[in-house]
């Protein structure tokens, strides 16, 4: 199949580099997000990471879609969903994100996300690798091995075991 857009390496982060991301229902939150556009047809989803203040995907924007409107309304969907739940369960780490800006009260995600067209497969998989070591780096040491962290696409590469039920593998596989 030939593809509109190159896979790319996209980078959220937690405004202010804030541990929102702690709880794992803002975890399930972005899970449910990216498999709603996986089941969308918006993306193919190859690669993830959720740290304790930032995301790491790697993704490929179908074709038909641009990749500007599928970011925006990753991020969007997903900002909604953590506010609702933070008015709900914790109204005072909600005021932890209120901003003063003309456009919104509360701000979950930094501006610009990175996002990095991936051209070549050694830069894919230098990415790929890069997702599934961040867990275990020495400034987060949040599990010994990359497959243990249950928050990563790690353990479906290194043993198989696919528990999103969403990924495609990088070799075009389901």
Not at 113 to 135: A, C, G, M, R, W
Request: hydrophobic share 40%; glycine share 2%; proline share 4%.
């Amino acid at each position: 199949m030939q593809f509109d857009h190159y896979p790319q390496f996209f980078t959220a982060t937690i405004l202010e580099w804030k541990p929102l991301l702690l709880n794992d229902a803002y975890k399930q939150i972005i899970i449910d997000s990216m498999k709603f556009l996986v089941d969308e047809e918006r993306v193919f989803i190859y690669a993830f990471v959720i740290m304790p203040n930032h995301i790491h995907i790697i993704w490929q924007i179908r074709n038909g879609h641009q990749v500007s409107k599928v970011q925006q309304s990753f991020l969007k969907y997903t900002a909604q969903r953590i506010k609702a739940h933070l008015q709900e369960h914790d109204k005072e780490l909600l005021g932890e994100f209120r901003v003063d800006a003309a456009d919104r009260q509360y701000q979950f995600w930094e501006r610009n996300p990175l996002s990095v067209d991936l051209f070549t497969d050694k830069v894919f998989e230098q990415k790929l690798n890069y997702i599934h070591e961040n867990p275990i780096q020495k400034n987060w040491k949040l599990c010994t091995y990359p497959e243990q962290y249950p928050w990563s696409t790690a353990a479906y590469y290194y043993k198989g075991f696919d528990k999103f039920g969403f990924i495609t593998h990088c070799d075009g596989n389901q």
